[in-house]
């Protein structure tokens, strides 16, 4: 039977390649946070969640939620100052409580190339003024 090779097993072997410490050994950082708007923040807004350090990649288990009141017209997308969609495409969560994972760019593996912002920007509608956006970034780094 063959063996084959994921993309680390070929750099852990054949040393064509080093691992960065986004790929393999690093270590896992989350930065929680809540936005609440005072007044109403209209269409178009960007809100800064967090700045991420060089070489950082977004997880998986990265969510946003969002308390119950929003507008049900109101949407909501996450990105960072390269695409702001990358993580999120834009949402509508309804009147509901609703908690949205980020897609963390995960099949292209997007590693940050500078310090940067990963930022939400409204759409449609605007936020419910005093209702939370939390969210919850999980990265690694070395």
Same mark, same amino acid.
């Given at each position: 039977?063959? %063996?084959?090779?994921? !993309?680390? @097993?070929?750099?852990?072997? =054949?040393?064509?390649?080093?691992?960065? &410490?986004? =790929?393999?050994?690093? *270590?896992? *950082?989350?930065?929680?946070?809540?936005? @609440? &708007?005072?007044?109403?923040?209209?269409?178009? %807004?960007?809100?800064?969640?967090?700045?991420?350090?060089?070489?950082?990649?977004?997880?998986?288990?990265?969510?946003?939620?969002?308390?119950?009141?929003?507008?049900?017209?109101?949407?909501?997308?996450?990105?960072?100052?390269?695409? !702001?969609?990358?993580?999120?495409?834009?949402?509508? &969560?309804? @009147?509901?409580?609703?908690?949205?994972?980020? !897609?963390?760019?995960?099949?292209?593996?997007?590693?940050?190339?500078?310090?940067?912002?990963? /930022?939400?920007?409204?759409?449609?509608?605007?936020?419910?003024?005093?209702?939370? /956006?939390?969210? =919850?970034?999980?990265?690694?780094? !070395?």
């Amino acid at each position: 039977m063959a %063996t084959k090779k994921s !993309d680390v @097993a070929v750099k852990q072997t =054949e040393f064509t390649d080093k691992l960065m &410490p986004n =790929e393999f050994g690093g *270590r896992v *950082r989350v930065v929680r946070g809540v936005y @609440a &708007p005072t007044a109403a923040d209209a269409a178009g %807004t960007v809100i800064q969640l967090a700045e991420l350090p060089k070489g950082s990649r977004l997880l998986l288990k990265s969510t946003v939620y969002f308390e119950a009141g929003q507008g049900a017209t109101t949407t909501f997308k996450v990105g960072d100052e390269l695409d !702001d969609d990358r993580y999120l495409a834009a949402v509508a &969560p309804g @009147a509901s409580a609703a908690s949205k994972a980020l !897609d963390a760019d995960v099949l292209n593996g997007y590693v940050f190339a500078q310090a940067m912002f990963v /930022i939400a920007t409204t759409g449609v509608a605007a936020l419910t003024i005093g209702k939370k /956006i939390v969210f =919850e970034l999980y990265y690694v780094i !070395d």
